[in-house]
């Protein structure tokens, strides 16, 4: 994934996670569902990019 996607991805993550807390305070249990579920999008996108990359982290597999 492109620093471009994770970038994207991280955005995401934190919109949901504003969108969560929103929902909390004002007991919108809509939007609370919603950014939940716009966060743990955002993780996962977050986590394949990761696994994605390799162990060193320059997204070629075995190559230090």
């Known amino acids: 994934m492109s620093i471009f996607g994770r970038?994207?991805?991280?955005?995401?993550?934190?919109i949901g996670r504003a969108e969560e807390v929103y929902g909390e305070s004002h007991g919108d249990a809509a939007a609370q569902t919603a950014g939940e579920a716009r966060r743990l999008e955002g993780e996962a996108e977050e986590?394949?990019?990761?696994?994605?990359?390799?162990?060193?982290?320059?997204?070629v597999p075995g190559r230090h």
């Open 47 to 59: 986590e394949a990019a990761e696994r994605d990359a390799g162990p060193d982290g320059d997204g």
């Open 7 to 14: 970038a994207k991805a991280k955005a995401e993550e934190l």
